[in-house]
């Protein structure tokens, strides 16, 4: 008997090993919705905004290594999915849209809700196409999901309303034919890169989520080179826990000790990073870079030596060629910058911290009504978090205290909108990391005005019953906006949230709401929240007036800090 489009499409994904499909049901998507309900092991998650399902798919995705698939009805159904495909697009992580289109005999009429996919999709999807016959599958279908899995990107493939429920004339197995390669330079490069490091007294390692399947020869590296190794924030998993050698992140979220590290080491060593910040990397120095993708060697700062190549196959080859380091001076002595600096992370996210006079001081500058600190709910939630959890983050605050005291140790994983920067993705993400390990506790870190933006698949999470943690750090702020005016010496403006009690809108949505307002009872809250079954949000009232202070701040930003404060002074008078 022969199968439609939808049902070729629908038994191609649960060949393809994919559990759920993320989206908004709508009249050009029925065949598909109806071959998703009428197939096992193949669910739907209807969504309560597109943007949500496209975010839940990129983080499966992200967490799986594997095929995430999102969908989207006519015109606005499919419009409403591009923010969270840019995001997997940036991530490079493979993912599958489906999205309807008008019935064929109108495209190009401007048909009710037509929107033209192929030129909407162009800039964010690998691969984009319009199926206009029965006959085109499954390969087309093939076509997508390769280009997609095998360069890391987006597929966007586009179904009239009418054609989903046609049979094919001719039906066949789909064939993906999906194996990667594993390359590496050639010899003379490799021997070029090591006498270079070789020769360099003080090396520094620039590691990123590309080397995340090489962490014994990243190790290694570091062994034998006696180098103190700095982390993008995407290489926390993995490379975090148990390991002597990292001195934590760089970039604004970073630390002294990691922008010590890379301005006094005289060769870097980058792997599987593009770290996109050129005012953070170090000057003068040399520098070795080892990317599967070429074009990324040298477009953040000057190499001496690029190495196209797979980080793991890559390092694999080097090693044999490169010789231990005798003087540890350089590494020791960041690490003893990084331990100092942990140390007095961890004194701020102490709550008996202000009843001490050093923080009365400070607290009398940035925190007179004495509110939360966010650094103490970050650190409570890493106390009584699982040592297997699953931990997403909104863009700006929020991931600046998940990044200096979260540690990723154990099997923790961590997915968030690092790349794209987009708001509002920490809850959907969480939706998609509860679903794809629904035995792992998921917790978000979400911001104010990240989790208000997409409220509604709150709902999403009650209908299906996902036990997530949603942490909200409720400053009552778009905080990172709020520093970023301040540093540049302007008031605060516009950044203020009327926000709503979160936890009783959760309540009221069926969820578990708990509300903070006490620093005496952060910790207890916190373990209520992390120990209570089913879905929960921990509504935390934080400090508005945190600063978070960068690894290397400068006088600039200082000074502008202090005539925006003066700024806001004056104007709170004139008010």
Known sequence: MARTVAHVIVDALKELGVRHVFGVVGDALNPLTDAIRTTDDLDWVGCRHEEAAAFAASAQSQLSDTLGVCMGTVGPGSVHLLNGLYDAAKSRTPVLAICGQVPLAEVGSDYFQEVDNDLLFRDVAVYRATVTSPDQMPRMLESAVRAAVTQGGVAVLTVPGDLGDQELSEDRPTRFALAAPRTRPEDPALAEAAELLNSASRVTLLVGRGAREARTEVLRAAELLAAPMVLTLKAKEG?????????????????????????????????????????????????????????????????????????????????????????????????????????????????????????????????????????????????????????????????????????????????????????????????????????????????????????????????????????????????????????????????????????????????????????????????????????????????????????????AQGWGFAIAKIKETLSSHEG
């Open 239 to 555: 490379f975090e826990g148990d390991n002597p050698f990292q001195v934590g992140q760089t970039g604004l979220i970073g630390n002294p000790a990691a922008a010590h590290a890379l301005d006094n080491g005289d060769a870097l060593l980058m792997l599987g990073t593009d770290f996109p910040y050129r005012d953070w990397y170090p000057t003068g120095c040399k520098v070795v870079q080892v990317d599967t993708r070429a074009e990324h060697l040298g477009r953040r700062v000057p190499v001496d030596v690029g190495l196209a190549g797979d980080v793991g196959a890559t390092l694999r080859a080097l090693l044999p060629l490169l010789e231990a380091a005798s003087d540890r001076t350089h590494l020791d002595g960041a690490r003893e910058r990084f331990a100092r600096w942990e140390e007095g992370q961890q004194r701020l996210a102490d709550p008996g911290h202000e009843r001490r006079w050093t923080g009365r001081l400070r607290a009398a500058l940035d925190n007179r009504d004495h509110e939360i600190r966010p650094e103490a709910l970050a650190a409570a939630v890493d106390r009584y978090a699982d040592e297997d959890a699953v931990f997403t983050s909104d863009t700006g605050m929020a991931t600046v205290w998940l990044s200096r005291f979260v540690g990723m140790r154990g099997s923790r994983r961590l997915v968030g909108s690092y790349n794209l920067g987009s708001m509002a993705n920490a809850m959907p993400q969480a939706l998609g990391a509860q679903l794809w390990a629904p035995d792992r506790q998921v917790v978000a870190f979400c911001g104010d005005g990240g989790l208000s933006m997409l409220l509604g698949d709150l709902m999403t999470i009650k209908t299906y019953g996902l036990p997530v943690k949603l942490v909200v750090f409720d400053n009552r702020r778009l905080g990172m906006v709020k520093l970023e005016q301040e540093q540049a010496g302007l008031p605060e403006f516009g950044t203020q949230l009327d926000n709503p009690d979160f936890a009783a809108v959760a309540t009221a949505l069926g969820l578990t709401g708990i509300r903070v307002t006490d620093p005496a009872q952060l910790h207890d809250s916190v373990r209520r929240a992390m120990q209570t079954p089913g879905p929960v949000l921990l509504d935390v009232l934080t400090n508005p007036e945190e600063v978070a202070v960068p690894g290397k701040p400068t006088v």
